[in-house]
């Protein structure tokens, strides 16, 4: 059974950091590229991050370019994303993703907010 279960989301002061953890069981997660996606309330899901199967080469949304940083270990099944300098628009629900299967994690919350 495939399951993605993030974890370390939160408040956060804005210009903080947080790191994001999405734990994948059930598949073979050192073959399948990754991704980071966020939905606010009241808007569509958009794309963070993506990072390939290897970790060789990754992809940004513009609006988090130069502050957030996806990565992955494949030894503990598990992808991560680094969010530095947040701003009170990147308050929204993250979750994990595997594109080419399109699993879902549940999601984790982030408000940025002082």
């Known amino acids: 059974q495939v399951q993605l279960v993030e974890s370390g989301g939160g408040l956060v002061q804005p210009g903080g950091s947080l790191r994001l953890s999405c734990a994948a069981t059930g598949f073979t997660f050192s073959t399948y590229a990754m991704a980071w996606y966020r939905q606010a309330p009241g808007k569509e899901r958009e794309l963070v991050a993506h990072?390939?199967?290897?970790?060789?080469?990754?992809n940004y949304g513009d609006s988090v370019k130069g502050r957030f940083t996806i990565s992955r270990d494949n030894a503990k099944n598990t992808v991560y994303l680094q969010m530095n300098s947040l701003k009170p628009e990147d308050t929204a629900v993250y979750y994990c993703?595997?594109?080419?299967?399109?699993?879902w994690g549940q999601g984790t919350q982030v408000t940025v907010s002082s």
């Open positions: 990072i390939t199967w290897t970790g060789g080469r990754t």
């Open positions: 993703n595997v594109p080419a299967r399109h699993y």
